[in-house]
């Protein structure tokens, strides 16, 4: 069972509502007991990097959800600023995130001719085999909204780029542990694909 994380950031609902038109068993995490029975996570987020990561930290969630993670190594998958939390830092604020991909989180550099945040539609390039992508087209379309990006200390940690004034990792991943910039939530059949097969990578 899929539980998304419900720390005050993102819009939850939506991934329920694609899980449950998939026959996907799917469960908002709130509390800690809402973690029997899940054994993959979403991690959403939208806005600030260090208000996404104290609001995790003030959930009550985080303990649990490092143990299922990083002990029993469940797949989570962090989305657009829950990607980015799973970085050491990030160069828009000063807290630490999780760590559990080393890398850093950078901005886009001042450029009129690519206006921030970065919003639409965009390619991204697949870079190696991943079952994340299983059935995908060449260069598939995503939606994003972002004006940081990941930056991965170890280029093997990359599946994916995007190019928006500059080449950028788009998803990433370290062991159980997977990143996707854009927002698959918003990104039609393409979307709904990449998280079906979230569904199915085995634990």
Not at 128 to 140: A, E, G, Q
Not at 159 to 186: L, M, T, W
Request: glycine share 8%.
């Amino acid at each position: 069972m899929i539980g998304v994380i419900d720390y005050g950031l993102g819009n939850v609902q939506a991934f329920l509502n694609i899980y449950k038109r998939l026959g996907i068993p799917a469960v908002r995490i709130v509390v800690k007991d809402d973690f029997k029975n899940v054994d993959r996570f979403i991690l959403p987020g939208v806005g600030s990097f260090d208000h996404a990561i104290t609001l995790l930290n003030d959930s009550g969630l985080r303990d649990t959800l490092e143990d299922k993670v990083m002990n029993k190594k469940y797949p989570v998958l962090g989305v657009c600023v829950g990607m980015q939390i799973l970085a050491d830092s990030s160069e828009e604020g000063k807290l630490s995130g999780l760590g559990w991909i080393p890398g850093s989180v950078l901005k886009f550099d001042d450029n009129p001719d690519f206006p921030l945040p970065h919003m639409g539609w965009n390619e991204i390039k697949i870079n190696t085999n991943c079952y994340l992508f299983n059935n995908f087209k060449k260069d598939p379309l995503f939606y994003f909204l972002h004006s940081y990006f990941f930056k991965t200390k170890d280029p093997k940690n990359i599946i994916s780029n995007a190019k928006y004034e500059r080449d950028f990792e788009c998803v990433i991943n370290k062991g159980n542990i997977y990143g996707i910039q854009c927002h698959p939530e918003k990104s039609h059949n393409n979307g709904i694909c990449f998280l079906k097969n979230f569904s199915e990578i085995k634990c």
